[in-house]
């Protein structure tokens, strides 16, 4: 009898221990996973402050006339024409691109068919091109007649979408993402908040920002242009400057990275250059990617 009492408490010591074990990996599972919450928080908020401070220095550099240096001088002034120029702090760093926004095609003012010619620059193919070209159309326009491929609020009731069109312009290029077809992928060329690869920071695309054939690239609510520029033109020529003109509308793009590791912030600017008022600049736009 002695025996078998022994034997239970033994087993029930044990089962103890085990419980104890269990118990204490789970804390410190738990515990490193919060600390390690913590430690990825303060990368982002050290890499958002070097992000603005990129954008800072972009814009104490606005009107900056073009270098008269031949060599060596893409650092010393920065112009609206998409160059990479690269911020060193403390820190980290800042990687910042300025492009001239009334380049791009605004998709308020862009018919389908122009529409459709920055699809299938993006590599859509030409029927779904023209799908799509449509449905963004009917996004836009005040009417609530469909076009052949196009959709109004009865197709989205229809499907259940948690979206209507607008039936008129859009705010911000990003609120294309609210229209059936247009994915992050499609967008960005690639998905927020996955792993961007290393090699994509120094390439001059600036592939961390978007890649440069996405629709983000090419689409604004911006200017008055409706057709991109051909390239085969573009390249024929021996410089292209790009300069800055008051009332210009502009992108900043800013990516700050830590030097104590990942994630990255990039910082999105739409400024409008005002050389006459007080602080010379006037922010449109401004979201962190």
């Known amino acids: 009898m002695m025996r078998d009492q022994s034997g239970i408490v033994m087993v029930a010591v044990l089962w103890i221990c085990a419980l104890i074990m269990w118990l204490a990996l789970q804390i410190g599972a738990e515990t490193r996973l919060q600390s390690e919450e913590k430690v990825h928080q303060l990368r982002r908020l050290q890499a958002l402050y070097l992000a603005i401070g990129g954008a800072y220095e972009a814009i104490a550099r606005m009107g900056q006339p073009i270098s008269l240096e031949t060599e060596g001088d893409e650092q010393l002034t920065w112009q609206p024409d998409g160059t990479l120029h690269e911020v060193n702090y403390q820190t980290g760093k800042a990687l910042v691109v300025i492009q001239k926004e ?22 859509i193919e030409d029927e779904d091109a023209d799908t799509l070209a449509d449905v963004i159309a009917d996004f836009l326009d005040a009417d609530e007649t469909p076009r052949l491929h196009g959709a109004e609020k009865d197709w989205y009731a229809k499907e259940e979408l948690p979206n209507v069109p607008f039936d008129g312009p859009l705010t911000s290029i990003d609120q294309m993402l609210l229209i059936p077809g247009i994915t992050q992928q499609l967008f960005y060329g690639f998905n927020l908040g996955e792993e961007q690869p290393e090699s994509d920071i120094v390439q001059d ?4 920002f978007a890649t440069k054939d996405s629709l983000f690239q090419m689409f604004t609510v911006h200017g008055k242009n409706v057709s991109l520029e051909d390239e085969e033109i573009l390249e024929e020529a021996d410089v292209r400057y790009v300069t800055w003109e008051p009332d ?16 990255p912030v990039v910082l999105w600017l739409i400024i409008r250059y005002a050389p006459e008022s007080e602080k010379g600049y006037e922010v449109l736009y401004r979201k962190v990617l």
């Not at 003012?109 to 529409?115: G, S």
């Not at 509308?249 to 990942?262: E, H, N, V």
């Open 205 to 208: 695309e600036f592939q961390l």
């Open 248 to 263: 210009g509308i502009y992108r900043i793009l800013s990516c700050g990275k830590s030097s104590t590791g990942p994630p």
């Open 102 to 123: 009334t380049d791009k095609v605004n998709v308020n003012e862009a018919n389908p068919l122009q529409i459709k010619a920055v699809l299938e620059k993006r590599g």
